[in-house]
């Protein structure tokens, strides 16, 4: 029914993809491809788990231990130089995104609140900010217009090698991008076997994002006013605070085959993060944070804040760890 798209009861889907066929000249790394997909709904039954959670095709070799997949986790690079200028792909020139032109007339008329083309631009980049405000080496930068979004053809043998923005930001309906059917948003990321250059200044064992997509379902529902909530219709910005976490390399913090980290066994209190060894101290927890945006199973449509977590924070400081805050502005 494209006027009632609800989106209740949604698993994590996810596949992998590795390149069998090394035709590209440079990098001699291998590959992965990773989906990551997202919808709001009403709450379900709560699970037991807590701390966050990193992709759970990040083992680092060893699928039946959680313990170690930290040191496999996915990451920006801090490597200098931006995409728009120099094809650099990575957190200099801040994370690079790029709205569809047809995103605002796709989606606009799908809000219950519609916003103005300039108020939903506004919204994702005070979306986003909430990540980064209080992050001294994590912005995002608006590229639109300079760089075409796109999404990595199905006929490319490499899409990790990144297409469009580092960030893509489209609006598609179930019909032109079936992975959305169901859902709010679907999001997948893209990154190469190559250890990144941490916020930390130091290298960190894991592997480097080279893009995300984003696509929201251009069939569902809206709000921007959580006062407008109603069921089965998406709270735009709490859906795309946590696309931002996929973003970012985090996995949803209540799946039950995937490892959730703390520094201790308080979920609701600061995760302590050791800035020059990040996974130092980090150990897998079984207890829940039902704050966490990232914790999809569990979320109140009575608690639509537009907030993050400890355990979201501790996430992106464990992801992007900085030991020396006051110098190390990107500008
Ligand atoms: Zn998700």
């Known amino acids: 029914m494209k006027n009632s798209v609800i989106l209740i009861g949604s698993r994590l889907k996810r596949y992998q993809q590795r390149n069998t066929v090394c035709q590209l000249a440079a990098p001699l790394w291998p590959w992965v491809a990773v989906t990551l997909v997202m919808a709001i709904a009403a709450v379900t039954t ?15 070799g060893t699928p039946s231990d959680s313990s170690d997949d930290l040191l496999d986790a996915a990451r920006w690079s ?34 219950i ?10 919204s994702i980049q005070q979306t986003f900010d909430l990540w980064t405000q209080d992050h001294p080496k994590l912005k995002f930068e608006d590229v639109s217009g ?7 053809p199905s006929w490319v043998g490499d899409p990790w090698r990144g297409f469009g923005a580092e960030i893509d930001i489209l609006a598609l309906n179930p019909n032109q991008y079936a992975n959305v059917s169901g859902y709010g948003a679907w999001t997948q990321f893209w990154y190469l076997y190559a250890d990144p250059m941490g916020t930390n200044g130091r290298v960190l064992p894991g592997n480097s994002l080279t893009s995300a997509d984003i696509v929201i379902n251009s069939w569902a529902c ?14 735009f910005g709490l859906l795309l605070l946590h696309e931002t976490g996929h973003v970012f390399g985090l996995d949803h913090s209540n799946r039950a085959d995937n490892g959730y980290f703390d520094s201790d066994s308080d979920s609701l209190n600061a995760i302590l993060i050791d800035c020059e060894s990040p996974h130092k101290g980090l150990e897998l927890s079984q207890f829940f944070d039902p704050r966490s945006v990232m914790n999809l199973d569990q979320w109140d449509p009575e608690q639509d ?3 993050l977590s400890a355990d979201d924070l ?10 020396s805050e006051p110098e190390a502005l990107l500008e």
């Not at 609140?113 to 506004?122: M, V």
């Not at 300079?146 to 990595?152: G, H, I, Y």
């Not at 809206?222 to 709270?235: K, Q």
């Not at 501790?314 to 030991?323: D, E, K, M, W």
């Open 314 to 323: 501790g996430a992106l400081r464990f992801l992007y760890p900085v030991c």
């Open 113 to 122: 609140d519609p916003p103005s083309c300039d108020e939903l631009r506004l």
């Open 146 to 152: 300079r760089v075409a979004p796109a999404l990595p």
């Open 78 to 111: 801090d490597s200098p130089g931006s995409y728009v200028d120099d094809r650099v792909r990575g957190l200099g020139g801040g994370l690079e995104y790029s709205i569809s032109p047809e995103f605002c007339s796709r989606l606009i008329p799908r809000f």
């Open 222 to 235: 809206f709000y921007l006013d959580p006062a407008m909530a109603v069921d089965g219709c998406n709270n």
């Open 305 to 307: 804040k537009m907030e």
């Open 46 to 60: 709560a699970q037991p788990v807590g701390g966050f959670a990193i992709d759970a095709s990040l083992t680092n």
